[in-house]
């Protein structure tokens, strides 16, 4: 809101009377918006893995918050732009891949680590689980840990390698 208040915009806050769902049709949409992305990305990667994932498993948080990112930086509103370019005066398009898939990544660098050899392998392999909401960065998981990897999608990030 300092944002837009800086930019010489208004926000004001309105309160809809209890019971009135006629008022909540916006919030309403965009939760069915939500739900049908959500709905969207655990189908495929269903169909990718060849399993049904329960929607107790640990992911499923994950890939609610990719479809709101999914929603925010990559849905193109009549306007012409983004949620996430009206909020931020700034394009949002940046590549990614799809939740779940499979890739290498080029992990961060420890900082009490020699690193790997000349010769020896940089990327290693890891499962794609979205941007991190705060700075564009991507999270990879692996079978040892989550993690954020980069605030560039293709500074360490090497994207899709297994069957396509």
């Not at 893995?49 to 498993?57: F, N, Q, S, W």
């Not at 891949?97 to 690193?115: A, T």
């Amino acid at each position: 809101m300092r944002k837009r208040n800086a930019q010489g915009l208004s926000t004001s806050m309105q309160h809809s009377p209890v019971g009135d769902s006629n008022n909540k049709g916006v919030v309403e949409k965009a939760m069915r918006e939500l739900e049908g992305v959500a709905r969207t990305l655990r189908s495929a990667l269903e169909e990718r893995i060849g399993k049904e994932i329960d929607l107790a498993h640990p992911l499923i948080p994950l890939l609610v918050c990719q479809a709101a990112n999914v929603l925010n930086r990559y849905q193109v509103r009549p306007s012409g732009s983004t949620a996430y370019e009206m909020a931020t005066g700034r394009d949002s398009i940046v590549p990614i891949c799809e939740f779940g898939e499979y890739i290498h990544f080029k992990p961060p660098k420890l900082s009490n680590s020699q690193g790997p050899g000349k010769l020896d392998g940089r990327f290693i392999p890891g499962v794609w689980l979205g941007q991190n909401v705060r700075d564009g960065g991507n999270i990879v998981g692996t079978p040892e840990e989550v993690a954020r990897v980069s605030d560039s999608p293709t500074g360490h990030f090497l994207t899709k390698m297994l069957n396509r």
